[in-house]
């Protein structure tokens, strides 16, 4: 079971990114799906994530009105669009599954230099 997240990378203040989050080896639409964010010396941060229950979407205030959050089961494929990116933002972001066991990604890093 892999996930594999792409589309990292170094951008300005302002601009925008998106990631992909690729899963194989199963299929992931019964899994509650996220993004996780984590910058030097911080704890790891949820931004972002997909209920399995109901399909909406949950984000925390630093990135509410920014982000989101989309899955295409057919590709097995979670996207995170992050628009109106802050050097905040810099971080290595990872997917995950999850449904009683949660699977990561290995992360992808994140730079928005101001």
């Known amino acids: 079971l892999h996930l594999v997240e792409s589309g990292g990378g170094l951008v300005q203040a302002g601009g925008s990114l998106r990631l992909s989050c690729a899963a194989s080896?199963?299929?992931?639409?019964?899994?509650?799906i996220g993004w996780y964010r984590q910058a030097p010396g911080k704890d790891r941060e949820g931004v972002a994530c997909?209920?399995?229950?109901?399909?909406?979407?949950d984000y925390p205030n630093s990135v509410k009105g920014r982000f989101t959050i989309s899955r295409d089961n057919a590709k097995n494929t979670v996207y995170l669009q992050m628009n109106s990116l802050k050097p905040e933002d810099t971080a290595v972001y990872y997917c995950?599954?999850?449904?009683?066991?949660?699977?990561w990604g290995q992360g992808t890093q994140v730079t928005v230099s101001s």
């Open positions: 997909i209920r399995t229950s109901d399909g909406r979407t």
């Open positions: 080896g199963f299929a992931f639409d019964n899994y509650r």
């Open positions: 995950y599954a999850y449904k009683m066991v949660a699977y």
